[in-house]
Protein backbone atom coordinates (compact mmCIF):
# COMPACT_ATOMS: atom_id res chain seq x y z
CA UNK A 1 0.00 0.00 0.00
CA UNK A 2 1.07 3.36 -0.40
CA UNK A 3 3.08 5.18 2.41
CA UNK A 4 1.12 8.25 3.98
CA UNK A 5 2.71 10.94 6.08
CA UNK A 6 1.04 13.11 8.72
CA UNK A 7 0.57 17.19 8.64
CA UNK A 8 3.57 19.34 8.12
CA UNK A 9 4.00 21.85 10.83
CA UNK A 10 4.99 24.13 8.34
CA UNK A 11 7.11 27.62 10.60
CA UNK A 12 9.85 24.09 11.78
CA UNK A 13 12.46 24.52 8.94
CA UNK A 14 13.15 20.86 9.05
CA UNK A 15 9.05 20.47 7.91
CA UNK A 16 8.89 23.52 5.79
CA UNK A 17 11.78 21.23 3.59
CA UNK A 18 9.41 18.51 3.53
CA UNK A 19 6.30 20.14 2.78
CA UNK A 20 8.19 21.37 0.01
CA UNK A 21 9.38 18.03 -0.70
CA UNK A 22 6.08 16.41 -0.71
CA UNK A 23 4.32 19.51 -2.36
CA UNK A 24 6.62 18.43 -5.59
CA UNK A 25 6.35 14.84 -5.44
CA UNK A 26 2.70 14.75 -5.37
CA UNK A 27 2.62 17.39 -8.03
CA UNK A 28 4.72 14.48 -10.16
CA UNK A 29 2.72 11.92 -9.02
CA UNK A 30 5.12 9.56 -7.65
CA UNK A 31 5.42 7.20 -4.57
CA UNK A 32 7.65 7.65 -2.30
CA UNK A 33 9.23 4.31 -3.00
CA UNK A 34 9.11 5.56 -6.84
CA UNK A 35 10.60 9.06 -5.99
CA UNK A 36 13.66 7.14 -3.70
CA UNK A 37 14.42 4.88 -6.48
CA UNK A 38 14.60 7.65 -9.70
CA UNK A 39 16.87 9.50 -6.83
CA UNK A 40 18.97 6.64 -5.63
CA UNK A 41 17.31 6.17 -1.87
CA UNK A 42 15.30 4.26 -0.23
CA UNK A 43 11.53 4.85 -0.37
CA UNK A 44 11.72 4.90 3.77
CA UNK A 45 14.69 7.57 3.35
CA UNK A 46 12.21 10.05 1.83
CA UNK A 47 9.80 8.82 4.19
CA UNK A 48 11.49 9.77 7.35
CA UNK A 49 12.42 12.99 5.94
CA UNK A 50 8.84 13.95 5.41
CA UNK A 51 7.93 12.64 8.42
CA UNK A 52 10.60 14.48 10.11
CA UNK A 53 11.65 11.41 11.66
CA UNK A 54 15.21 12.47 9.91
CA UNK A 55 17.17 15.68 9.00
CA UNK A 56 17.81 15.97 5.54
CA UNK A 57 21.36 16.28 4.71
CA UNK A 58 23.25 18.77 2.49
CA UNK A 59 23.82 16.11 0.14
CA UNK A 60 19.84 15.29 0.22
CA UNK A 61 19.50 18.90 -0.45
CA UNK A 62 22.29 19.18 -3.51
CA UNK A 63 20.15 16.07 -4.56
CA UNK A 64 16.85 17.61 -4.38
CA UNK A 65 18.34 20.10 -6.13
CA UNK A 66 19.30 18.44 -9.23
CA UNK A 67 16.28 15.99 -9.47
CA UNK A 68 13.81 19.52 -9.56
CA UNK A 69 16.14 21.78 -11.24
CA UNK A 70 15.80 23.99 -8.01
CA UNK A 71 19.36 26.17 -8.57
CA UNK A 72 20.70 25.48 -4.48
CA UNK A 73 17.01 26.28 -3.37
CA UNK A 74 16.80 22.62 -1.47
CA UNK A 75 20.86 22.60 -0.45
CA UNK A 76 20.21 25.89 1.36
CA UNK A 77 17.39 24.65 3.18
CA UNK A 78 19.17 22.16 4.36
CA UNK A 79 22.42 23.99 5.84
CA UNK A 80 19.82 26.44 7.36
CA UNK A 81 18.90 23.44 9.28
CA UNK A 82 22.57 22.16 9.95
CA UNK A 83 23.03 25.66 11.41
CA UNK A 84 22.31 25.98 15.15
CA UNK A 85 20.00 28.13 16.16
CA UNK A 86 18.38 27.69 20.00
CA UNK A 87 19.21 24.78 21.57
CA UNK A 88 16.69 22.32 22.04
CA UNK A 89 16.15 19.35 24.61
CA UNK A 90 17.23 16.44 22.78
CA UNK A 91 15.86 13.17 23.34
CA UNK A 92 17.12 10.68 25.71
CA UNK A 93 20.04 8.70 24.48
CA UNK A 94 19.09 5.79 23.26
CA UNK A 95 15.92 7.18 22.37
CA UNK A 96 16.30 7.93 18.26
CA UNK A 97 17.76 4.02 17.73
CA UNK A 98 14.56 3.33 19.48
CA UNK A 99 12.19 5.08 17.57
CA UNK A 100 13.82 3.90 13.99
CA UNK A 101 13.42 0.52 15.00
CA UNK A 102 9.55 1.36 16.18
CA UNK A 103 8.99 2.85 12.57
CA UNK A 104 9.58 -0.75 11.33
CA UNK A 105 7.38 -2.64 13.73
CA UNK A 106 4.51 -4.61 12.50
CA UNK A 107 3.73 -4.41 16.56
CA UNK A 108 4.50 -2.25 19.59
CA UNK A 109 3.70 -3.77 23.14
CA UNK A 110 3.82 -1.14 25.90
CA UNK A 111 3.75 -0.92 29.52
CA UNK A 112 3.29 2.06 30.92
CA UNK A 113 3.80 2.69 34.99
CA UNK A 114 4.47 6.47 35.26
CA UNK A 115 2.16 8.73 32.70
CA UNK A 116 -0.04 8.21 30.05
CA UNK A 117 1.61 6.36 27.66
CA UNK A 118 3.60 8.83 24.75
CA UNK A 119 1.59 7.63 21.40
CA UNK A 120 -1.60 7.81 22.89
CA UNK A 121 -0.92 11.40 24.60
CA UNK A 122 -3.37 14.64 23.68
CA UNK A 123 -0.85 17.71 22.68
CA UNK A 124 -2.03 19.64 25.44
CA UNK A 125 -1.49 16.51 27.99
CA UNK A 126 2.34 15.94 26.46
CA UNK A 127 2.83 20.13 26.78
CA UNK A 128 1.75 19.70 30.43
CA UNK A 129 4.05 16.73 31.27
CA UNK A 130 6.82 18.14 29.25
CA UNK A 131 6.48 21.47 30.92
CA UNK A 132 9.77 22.31 32.56
CA UNK A 133 11.53 25.61 34.30
CA UNK A 134 14.75 24.70 32.54
CA UNK A 135 13.19 24.47 29.34
CA UNK A 136 12.22 27.90 27.28
CA UNK A 137 8.33 27.91 25.62
CA UNK A 138 9.93 27.07 22.22
CA UNK A 139 12.16 24.01 24.01
CA UNK A 140 8.93 22.53 24.91
CA UNK A 141 7.00 23.10 21.91
CA UNK A 142 9.55 21.14 20.21
CA UNK A 143 9.48 18.60 22.09
CA UNK A 144 5.42 18.23 22.03
CA UNK A 145 5.81 18.90 18.45
CA UNK A 146 8.17 15.59 18.18
CA UNK A 147 6.03 13.71 20.29
CA UNK A 148 2.56 14.06 17.77
CA UNK A 149 4.93 13.47 14.71
CA UNK A 150 6.11 10.10 15.77
CA UNK A 151 2.03 9.51 16.89
CA UNK A 152 1.48 10.38 13.42
CA UNK A 153 4.10 8.47 12.14
CA UNK A 154 3.29 5.29 13.79
CA UNK A 155 -0.70 5.37 14.41
CA UNK A 156 -1.77 7.49 11.26
CA UNK A 157 0.51 5.18 8.97
CA UNK A 158 -1.52 2.96 6.24
CA UNK A 159 -1.16 -0.55 7.80
CA UNK A 160 -0.27 0.50 11.18
CA UNK A 161 1.01 -1.72 14.00
CA UNK A 162 -1.14 -3.55 16.41
CA UNK A 163 -0.57 -1.43 19.43
CA UNK A 164 -1.06 -2.94 22.52
CA UNK A 165 -0.64 -0.41 25.91
CA UNK A 166 -1.11 -1.63 29.02
CA UNK A 167 -1.29 1.64 32.32
CA UNK A 168 -1.36 1.87 35.49
CA UNK A 169 -4.56 3.17 36.84
CA UNK A 170 -2.64 5.48 38.93
CA UNK A 171 -0.74 7.05 35.89
CA UNK A 172 -4.13 7.52 34.30
CA UNK A 173 -5.72 9.02 37.19
CA UNK A 174 -2.89 11.19 37.86
CA UNK A 175 -3.78 14.95 38.04
CA UNK A 176 -0.44 16.24 35.85
CA UNK A 177 -2.72 18.55 33.58
CA UNK A 178 -5.55 20.65 34.46
CA UNK A 179 -9.03 19.30 34.79
CA UNK A 180 -9.78 20.43 31.30
CA UNK A 181 -6.66 18.91 29.66
CA UNK A 182 -7.34 15.85 31.52
CA UNK A 183 -11.08 15.45 30.53
CA UNK A 184 -9.85 15.74 26.59
CA UNK A 185 -7.29 13.10 27.44
CA UNK A 186 -9.36 10.48 28.78
CA UNK A 187 -12.10 11.38 25.89
CA UNK A 188 -9.16 10.56 23.37
CA UNK A 189 -7.97 7.49 25.04
CA UNK A 190 -11.61 6.04 24.43
CA UNK A 191 -11.35 7.27 20.51
CA UNK A 192 -8.16 5.86 20.05
CA UNK A 193 -9.09 2.53 21.91
CA UNK A 194 -11.95 1.58 20.07
CA UNK A 195 -9.59 1.59 16.42
CA UNK A 196 -9.53 -1.83 15.40
CA UNK A 197 -5.55 -2.23 15.80
CA UNK A 198 -5.09 -0.29 19.21
CA UNK A 199 -5.60 -2.27 22.36
CA UNK A 200 -5.54 -0.76 25.57
CA UNK A 201 -5.62 -2.23 29.50
CA UNK A 202 -5.48 -0.81 32.71
CA UNK A 203 -3.84 -2.42 35.59
CA UNK A 204 -6.75 -1.33 38.57
CA UNK A 205 -5.04 0.24 41.36
CA UNK A 206 -5.15 -2.12 44.55
CA UNK A 207 -3.77 -5.20 42.36
CA UNK A 208 -0.87 -5.01 44.61
CA UNK A 209 2.59 -6.25 43.85
CA UNK A 210 3.11 -6.96 39.91
CA UNK A 211 5.61 -7.96 37.16
CA UNK A 212 5.27 -3.72 35.82
CA UNK A 213 6.36 -2.82 39.45
CA UNK A 214 10.10 -2.57 38.47
CA UNK A 215 8.94 0.30 35.60
CA UNK A 216 7.96 0.81 32.19
CA UNK A 217 9.20 -1.37 28.83
CA UNK A 218 8.08 -1.72 25.17
CA UNK A 219 8.49 -4.61 23.26
CA UNK A 220 8.68 -4.32 19.73
CA UNK A 221 7.49 -6.99 16.84
CA UNK A 222 8.75 -7.26 13.48
CA UNK A 223 8.17 -9.41 10.16
CA UNK A 224 10.53 -11.41 7.83
CA UNK A 225 12.34 -12.89 10.74
CA UNK A 226 13.71 -9.81 12.20
CA UNK A 227 14.28 -10.67 15.79
CA UNK A 228 12.10 -8.46 18.22
CA UNK A 229 13.96 -6.10 20.56
CA UNK A 230 12.80 -4.59 24.24
CA UNK A 231 12.88 -0.94 25.32
CA UNK A 232 13.62 0.45 28.70
CA UNK A 233 14.71 3.45 30.29
CA UNK A 234 17.05 4.38 33.74
CA UNK A 235 18.78 7.13 34.77
CA UNK A 236 18.11 9.33 31.87
CA UNK A 237 19.18 7.22 29.08
CA UNK A 238 17.47 4.87 26.62
CA UNK A 239 18.40 0.87 26.29
CA UNK A 240 17.67 -1.19 23.26
CA UNK A 241 17.91 -4.45 24.38
CA UNK A 242 18.20 -7.00 21.50
CA UNK A 243 19.63 -10.19 23.05
CA UNK A 244 16.95 -12.66 22.54
CA UNK A 245 16.57 -14.48 26.17
CA UNK A 246 16.44 -10.96 27.16
CA UNK A 247 14.03 -9.95 25.03
CA UNK A 248 11.70 -12.61 25.91
CA UNK A 249 11.95 -12.25 29.57
CA UNK A 250 10.39 -8.58 28.67
CA UNK A 251 7.86 -10.04 26.42
CA UNK A 252 6.93 -12.79 29.36
CA UNK A 253 6.65 -9.54 31.82
CA UNK A 254 4.34 -8.00 29.67
CA UNK A 255 2.01 -11.50 29.38
CA UNK A 256 2.17 -12.03 33.34
CA UNK A 257 0.74 -7.83 33.89
CA UNK A 258 -1.83 -8.48 31.05
CA UNK A 259 -2.75 -11.18 33.34
CA UNK A 260 -3.74 -8.63 36.18
CA UNK A 261 -5.07 -6.04 33.97
CA UNK A 262 -8.80 -4.95 33.13
CA UNK A 263 -9.97 -6.20 29.87
CA UNK A 264 -10.33 -3.63 27.00
CA UNK A 265 -14.03 -3.97 27.50
CA UNK A 266 -13.45 -2.72 31.14
CA UNK A 267 -10.90 -0.59 30.53
CA UNK A 268 -13.14 1.19 28.14
CA UNK A 269 -15.86 2.15 30.99
CA UNK A 270 -13.59 3.02 33.46
CA UNK A 271 -11.65 5.72 31.46
CA UNK A 272 -15.66 6.81 30.17
CA UNK A 273 -16.44 6.80 33.97
CA UNK A 274 -13.48 9.38 34.68
CA UNK A 275 -14.00 11.67 32.04
CA UNK A 276 -18.09 11.31 32.77
CA UNK A 277 -17.55 12.29 36.17
CA UNK A 278 -15.17 15.36 34.69
CA UNK A 279 -18.32 17.03 32.95
Known sequence: MPRRSPPIHAYDLPSFFAAQLRKRRDKAGLSMD???????????????????????????GTDCDTYWQTDEWFEDLAKAIERPGE???????????????????????????????GLLQTEDYARAVCTSAQRTAAQTDAMVRRRMERQAAVLDRDNPPRLWVIQDEHALRSAVAPPDVMRAQWQHLIEVANRPRVHLQVVPDGIGYHEGKEGSFTVLNFEHGIHDVAYMEAGGHGQLLEEVETVASYAERLELIRNVALTTSATIELVTA???SSQ
Open 34 to 60: ALGEEMGYTGTWIWQVENCAEKPSRKF
Open 87 to 117: PTPTPVPGFEEFQARELQACSIRRWEADLIA
Open 274 to 276: LWE
